[in-house]
C-alpha cells in the first residue's frame, strides 16, 4: 500500500460519506470535461470516472500514477499527466476545452494553487477544492469580519465563492491536525468589478492587507494619496477589512487616472 508522503502534503480522503457529499455537490454529467488535481489513492477519481465516462487527473507523485492506472480501466477512461500543478499550464492541453476541476488540494500549497488557477480562468466552468477549513473561510468571509482579508477580495472579485461543507480530521490517512472543508469556485463569465489595471488592483490589495492594523491612508500612502481615497467616497481613516471589492475596484481605478 502507498504510505502517505509528508513532503507532498497527502492525506487521503477515506469516508464514504464525506465523499458521496462531495460527489452530489459536483454533480458530474457525461459530456463535461473534469480535471482532477492531486487524485492521491483514487477516492474521488474512480466515483467521478462511474459518473462521468472520462477523466484527466493531474498527479505529482509519480509511485502513484500505475497504482491508479491500474484500476481505472475498472470504472472508465483516466488520463494521467505526471506534473506539478504549480508549474502546469492548462492551455496546454490539447482541444481548447473548458475544464470543471476537483482537488484535495495539500494544505501547503491551496493558496498559490487557486491563483495559478485563476491565471487560466477563462478555462475553467467551477472548481470544487479541499482545503484547511480556516482557509476556506477566509475565501468566503465578508468585509469587517475576522476572516476577512487579501484572499477574500481576490477570490471574490473573479468567483462566486461558496463553503460546502466540514470534514473532520478523521476523514483522512493519515488524519491532519486541522479542520477542513469543501468549497466551490464559479468564475464569472466577466469580472464584477472594473478595477481598470489588474496589477494595480492586486498592488492595492496586498499593500492594504500587509499592514492590516494600520488606516488605509497609512497602509497605501504610497500608492494611493488620500485626496483619491477621499474622491472614492471611502473613509481614509477605515482599515482594509472594512472595504469590500467594490471599494478595492473604485480605488484601482482612481489611481490610474
Do not use: W
Amino acid at each position: 500500500m502507498h504510505r502517505a508522503r509528508k513532503r507532498f502534503g497527502q492525506h487521503f480522503l477515506h469516508d464514504q460519506n464525506v465523499i458521496e457529499s462531495i460527489l452530489r455537490a459536483i454533480n458530474p454529467q457525461p459530456d463535461e470535461n473534469l480535471l482532477e488535481i492531486g487524485p492521491g489513492q483514487g477516492a474521488l477519481t474512480y466515483p467521478l470516472l462511474q459518473r462521468c465516462g472520462k477523466l484527466i487527473a493531474i498527479e505529482l507523485d509519480r509511485d502513484l500514477v500505475p497504482v491508479l492506472a491500474g484500476q481505472a480501466p475498472n470504472f472508465g477512461e483516466l488520463e494521467i499527466i505526471s506534473a506539478d500543478i504549480l508549474e502546469f499550464e492548462l492551455s496546454s492541453i490539447p482541444g481548447n476545452r473548458t475544464f470543471r476541476v476537483v482537488g484535495n488540494l495539500p494544505y501547503n500549497i491551496s493558496t498559490p494553487l487557486m491563483f495559478h488557477l485563476l491565471e487560466s480562468v477563462r478555462q475553467i466552468q467551477d472548481m470544487h477544492f479541499m482545503v484547511q477549513k480556516e482557509v476556506a473561510l477566509r475565501i468566503v468571509a465578508n468585509p469587517g469580519e475576522p476572516n476577512y482579508g487579501r484572499l477574500s477580495v481576490m477570490l471574490q472579485y473573479q468567483c462566486d465563492c461558496q463553503y460546502l461543507l466540514d470534514v473532520p480530521p478523521g476523514c483522512f490517512r493519515p488524519p491532519p491536525r486541522v479542520d477542513s472543508a469543501v468549497i466551490r469556485l464559479t468564475p464569472f463569465s466577466s469580472p464584477q468589478y472594473d478595477v481598470g489595471d489588474y496589477d494595480r488592483f492586486a498592488g492595492i490589495v496586498q499593500a492594504a492587507f500587509s499592514q492590516r492594523r494600520k488606516t488605509i491612508s497609512n497602509s497605501l500612502k504610497t500608492v494611493v494619496d488620500r485626496k483619491t481615497i477621499l474622491a472614492c467616497e471611502i473613509d481614509p481613516g477605515a482599515r482594509a477589512e472594512n472595504l469590500a471589492v467594490a471599494d478595492f475596484a473604485r480605488l484601482s481605478r482612481a489611481s490610474d487616472l
